[in-house]
C-alpha cells in the first residue's frame, strides 16, 4: 500500500533508536525513548493559502528531521509504523 499525504502533511518513518549510550552502556528496551528523528518517505503537495496559491514544502522524501514531541498520528502501513505530522511539526532537516 502507498500512502501520499494532502496538503501540508508529512509521512515519516522513525529512525531506530540508539542501544547504548555514549559512555557505552547498553540500555534495555523499556529505558530506550523513541527519538524524535525520522526519514521523510512520503511529502503532500504543499499548503493552499487563501490567495489559492500553493505554500511549496521545505522538505522532500529521504530528508531526515527532527520533529515535535507528542505530534502526528500513527498509522501502520504494510506492517510498518509510519507517522502522519504536519509539515509546521517539523523543527529542522538534518544535514549531514
Same mark, same amino acid.
Not at 504536519?86 to 544535514?95: P, R
Given at each position: 500500500?502507498?500512502?501520499? *499525504?494532502?496538503?501540508? +502533511?508529512?509521512?515519516?518513518? %522513525?529512525?531506530?533508536?540508539?542501544?547504548?549510550?555514549?559512555?557505552?552502556?547498553?540500555? *534495555?528496551?523499556?529505558?530506550?525513548?523513541? *527519538? %524524535?528523528?525520522?526519514?521523510?518517505?512520503?511529502?503532500? *503537495?504543499?499548503?493552499?493559502?487563501?490567495?489559492?496559491?500553493?505554500?511549496?514544502?521545505?522538505?522532500?522524501?529521504?530528508?531526515?528531521?527532527?520533529?515535535? +514531541?507528542?505530534?502526528?498520528?500513527?498509522?501502520?502501513?504494510?506492517?510498518?509504523?509510519?507517522m502522519v505530522v504536519?509539515?509546521?511539526?517539523?523543527?529542522?532537516?538534518?544535514?549531514e
Open positions: 500500500m502507498k500512502v501520499k *499525504p494532502l496538503g501540508d +502533511r508529512v509521512v515519516l518513518k %522513525q529512525l531506530a533508536a540508539e542501544e547504548t549510550t555514549k559512555s557505552g552502556i547498553v540500555l *534495555p528496551g523499556q529505558s530506550k525513548e523513541k *527519538p %524524535q528523528q525520522a526519514e521523510v518517505i512520503a511529502v503532500g *503537495p504543499g499548503e493552499v493559502l487563501e490567495s489559492g496559491k500553493v505554500m511549496p514544502m521545505e522538505v522532500k522524501v529521504g530528508d531526515k528531521v527532527i520533529y515535535s +514531541r507528542f505530534v502526528g498520528n500513527e498509522i501502520k502501513v504494510d506492517d510498518e509504523e509510519v504536519s509539515q509546521k511539526d517539523i523543527l529542522a532537516i538534518i544535514e
